[in-house]
């Protein structure tokens, strides 16, 4: 059955960033309800070049219920600067991205280790429901505040643009896919897909949140992908703590039957001391939910975006940046 339009108004405002597959606007809500948050994040694109949000989407569905993966409250069609634009409606992550986040000193190990199993938590659930993510990296990764207190921060994976199911893996060539300094060396030689490319990708994420480098930096991108593919990763640094490094051998091995699954991963020491993250469960999300009752919503106030058909000519005429793979 073919899905319906979100029916709920909302006015685009600025642009929060754009890529390759279009443009992210923060929006307000014309008319709020205690489901919907006041502040949403559009992701847009013209509606003839829409495949991979619409693909975006039907992932998304399947993960309504995972409070540790972006909620998608629907999508809609509509008609701006003379554009057909296709509209994925989306949890705003008021706090940005690890990415934003991430410095040269690295992030205290206390923060990371929550981040970890947030992000662990997702990757079970999507790992169990046979999908690929396929580009796990720090800009994937959202901070939104939930709770409340409106003050507790959860880590939340994004962008499913790249992703594939198992059977899809099986029985078509998926070609490169993701961002190459965070891609498992099985992606890049044999371009064949599992779940344990999510948990190379993560363990180059833990890396570069703990230490503030990434783990594969050079500025020639061909002899990065052959360290990747090639050499084993090197892990020594004097910001990794004994448990921390035990636990990024266990997801930075390059036989990929040999590497620990996310659930395994959970159980691991440098996640023992997180005891304030629970496992995906829809009461808490219906909790969530009911807390914005509570909240006392305010009008915000935006300058829409008048040069939508520019923005997206550039989109169009944009090259990928380096570090990425294409579809």
């Given at each position: 059955?073919?899905?319906?339009?979100?029916?709920?108004?909302?006015?685009?405002g600025?642009?929060l960033?754009?890529?390759?597959?279009?443009?992210?606007?923060?929006?307000?809500?014309?008319?709020?309800?205690?489901?919907?948050?006041s502040?949403?994040?559009?992701?847009?694109?013209?509606?003839?070049?829409?495949?991979?949000?619409?693909?975006?989407?039907?992932?998304?569905?399947m993960f309504e219920?995972?409070?540790q993966?972006?909620?998608?409250?629907g999508?809609?069609?509509?008609?701006?600067?003379?554009?057909?634009?296709?509209?994925?409606?989306?949890?705003?992550?008021?706090?940005?991205?690890?990415?934003?986040?991430?410095?040269?000193?690295g992030?205290p190990?206390?923060?990371?280790?929550?981040?970890?199993?947030?992000?662990?938590?997702?990757?079970?659930l999507?790992?169990?429901?046979?999908?690929?993510?396929?580009?796990?990296?720090?800009?994937?990764?959202?901070?939104?505040?939930?709770?409340?207190?409106?003050m507790?921060?959860?880590?939340?994976?994004?962008?499913?643009?790249?992703?594939?199911?198992?059977?899809?893996?099986?029985?078509?060539?998926?070609?490169?896919?993701?961002?190459?300094?965070?891609?498992?060396?099985?992606?890049?030689?044999?371009?064949?897909?599992?779940?344990?490319?999510?948990?190379?990708?993560?363990?180059?994420?833990?890396?570069?949140?703990?230490?503030?480098?990434?783990?594969?930096?050079?500025?020639?991108?061909?002899?990065?992908?052959?360290?990747?593919?090639?050499?084993?990763?090197?892990?020594e640094n004097?910001?990794?703590?004994?448990?921390?490094?035990?636990?990024?051998?266990?997801?930075?091995?390059?036989?990929?039957?040999a590497?620990?699954?996310a659930?395994m991963?959970?159980?691991?020491?440098?996640?023992?001391s997180?005891?304030?993250?629970?496992?995906?469960?829809?009461?808490?999300?219906?909790?969530?939910?009911?807390?914005?009752?509570?909240?006392?919503?305010?009008?915000?106030?935006f300058?829409?975006?008048?040069?939508?058909?520019?923005l997206?000519?550039?989109?169009?005429?944009?090259?990928?940046?380096?570090?990425?793979?294409?579809?």
């Amino acid at each position: 059955m073919e899905e319906k339009q979100a029916k709920f108004k909302w006015q685009r405002g600025r642009t929060l960033g754009k890529g390759s597959y279009g443009f992210v606007s923060l929006a307000s809500i014309d008319t709020p309800s205690p489901m919907i948050p006041s502040l949403i994040a559009v992701k847009s694109c013209m509606l003839n070049r829409s495949q991979s949000l619409r693909n975006e989407r039907e992932f998304l569905r399947m993960f309504e219920d995972c409070p540790q993966i972006i909620r998608c409250f629907g999508f809609n069609v509509t008609y701006e600067d003379d554009l057909y634009l296709y509209n994925l409606l989306l949890e705003f992550a008021s706090a940005g991205s690890l990415a934003d986040r991430i410095n040269e000193r690295g992030l205290p190990e206390f923060q990371v280790q929550k981040h970890t199993k947030n992000i662990l938590l997702g990757l079970s659930l999507i790992h169990k429901k046979g999908i690929i993510h396929c580009d796990i990296k720090p800009q994937n990764i959202l901070l939104t505040t939930d709770g409340a207190d409106g003050m507790a921060e959860v880590a939340k994976i994004a962008d499913f643009g790249l992703s594939i199911t198992l059977e899809q893996n099986r029985k078509e060539n998926m070609g490169h896919r993701g961002t190459k300094r965070y891609m498992a060396p099985e992606a890049l030689i044999k371009e064949k897909y599992y779940p344990g490319v999510d948990i190379w990708s993560l363990g180059c994420t833990v890396y570069e949140m703990i230490t503030g480098k990434p783990l594969w930096e050079s500025s020639n991108s061909d002899q990065m992908l052959d360290r990747i593919k090639y050499k084993e990763p090197n892990i020594e640094n004097p910001k990794l703590s004994t448990e921390a490094k035990d636990f990024l051998n266990n997801c930075l091995v390059r036989n990929p039957s040999a590497r620990w699954s996310a659930d395994m991963l959970l159980n691991h020491s440098f996640l023992k001391s997180v005891d304030d993250v629970q496992p995906p469960d829809t009461k808490k999300r219906l909790c969530d939910g009911m807390s914005l009752l509570r909240k006392k919503r305010t009008k915000t106030a935006f300058r829409t975006q008048p040069h939508i058909r520019d923005l997206v000519i550039q989109l169009d005429s944009d090259s990928k940046d380096g570090n990425s793979c294409p579809n």
